[in-house]
């Protein structure tokens, strides 16, 4: 949620429960929200949460595999997160011409996160901003991306994030001090 930006309409897609969208409506972040799924049962669950919280004037729910569901300019922002790259890679490009009134993208990919990046840049996407955050002894990684122009240095930038190598957080220098711990114990038994 901290990386959404303040719009009119927002997509949340692989709702779930639906909580996302809520908390998009709550904090006045979009004024409208269209919660997808292609489950019918989780969206069923989205559906009954939405309803209890008295949201459903705001918050429309749509069973959709990916982006199919959605409206070419119908959102201005797409959020797609806990769900493996590879998903969110075919979910980006299946949906291609829906994204064209789309000016912020928040991506939460659990796997193939370099893949994830090139992905974007190769799709006239830039890396607005990125955070890593730890939750139960895991670390998640969420991209902002808005269109435009950018590619990076080099492989490091891909593994890791331009804008996490840059912005140094605690989390992200405990996760890397991690990850050399385990290529350490790696080498030894080697």
């Not at 331009?162 to 290529?183: G, I, M, N, W």
Request: aromatic share 6%; hydrophobic share 35%; net charge neutral.
């Amino acid at each position: 949620i901290a990386m959404a930006e303040t719009c009119s309409a927002a997509a949340d897609v692989g709702c779930d429960h639906g909580y996302v969208a809520m908390e998009l409506i709550r904090r006045k972040i979009a004024e409208k929200v269209i919660a997808m799924d292609v489950r019918p049962g989780p969206l069923s669950r989205a559906q009954e949460h939405i309803e209890r919280e008295h949201l459903t004037g705001q918050i429309q729910c749509r069973l959709s595999d990916g982006l199919e569901k959605l409206q070419p300019e119908e959102v201005q922002e797409i959020i797609i997160a806990g769900m493996g790259g590879p998903l969110m890679i075919r979910i980006l490009e299946d949906g291609r011409k829906n994204l064209c009134r789309v000016q912020t993208l928040v991506l939460q990919p659990q796997s193939e996160i370099p893949e994830v990046r090139k992905y974007l840049h190769k799709n006239g996407w830039k890396i607005t901003k990125e955070a890593m955050v730890k939750d139960e002894g895991k670390y998640y990684t969420v991209i902002q991306a808005k269109p435009g122009k950018e590619t990076y240095e080099g492989p490091v930038e891909y593994q890791y994030g331009a804008c996490l190598l840059r912005d140094r957080s605690r989390v992200f220098k405990e996760y890397l001090k991690q990850e050399e711990t385990q290529y350490e114990t790696i080498c030894r038994r080697l």
